[in-house]
């Protein structure tokens, strides 16, 4: 098994902030589908998971995946049906911990990463050494302005930020996503 064997995405839509600070359950966007998937695949990632609590949001996904996995889609572009199967919808965070746990290999490390430092950052290198035990880990990722501090404080460990060039730190995340899966598991890392 590759490094990547063991590691899961979880993408939350919920608990997040939105511009205000206020604690939101963010949309879904078809693009964030399609693109994180896509980099999740590439990279030999397990499982994608799309974390709401809003049902309407959970059946939107269902479409989607249905449409490229089962549907036209899937004769059309059975390379994106390959990628979108990757997807697993969820109401809530624990949810998707249990669903990695029942697979047998025990409960997820849990990583989160912020676009902003933490005091308790480790590096991409480190996070590339835990993936080699084997033991299964998931990278958690926020929409909207981010995971909560909550969230955040309550994952085990929490990935360095990626950081530009410049003083404007917004990546969307389905970029963020890439560059971290590309940090952790390119074949040109060091």
């Not at 896509?38 to 998971?49: E, N, Q």
């Not at 302005?145 to 389905?174: F, K, Q």
């Amino acid at each position: 098994m590759t490094i990547s064997g063991n590691l899961y995405l979880a993408l939350l839509h919920h608990p997040v902030y939105d511009k205000n600070r206020e604690v939101i359950a963010s949309a879904i966007t078809n693009l964030d589908l399609h693109d994180i998937s896509r980099a999740a695949k590439t990279y030999g990632v397990r499982a994608l998971y799309i974390v709401t609590p809003m049902s309407d949001q959970r059946e939107f996904v269902g479409r989607i995946v249905s449409h490229w996995t089962e549907g036209v889609g899937a004769s059309y572009n059975p390379d994106r049906g390959d990628a979108l199967g990757l997807i697993r919808v969820v109401a809530s965070l624990k949810a998707a911990m249990d669903d990695i746990a029942n697979q047998g290999e025990g409960m997820p490390v849990t990583v989160v990463t912020d676009a902003k430092p933490h005091p308790q950052n480790i590096s991409y290198d480190h996070l590339s050494r835990m993936l080699g035990t084997g033991q299964p880990h998931v990278l958690l990722f926020g929409t909207a302005w981010g995971l909560t501090r909550e969230c955040i404080e309550e994952a085990d460990y929490v990935l360095s930020p990626i950081m530009g060039t410049s003083e404007y730190n917004h990546l969307s995340v389905r970029s963020a996503a890439a560059i971290v899966l590309d940090r952790l598991l390119g074949r040109d890392r060091k």
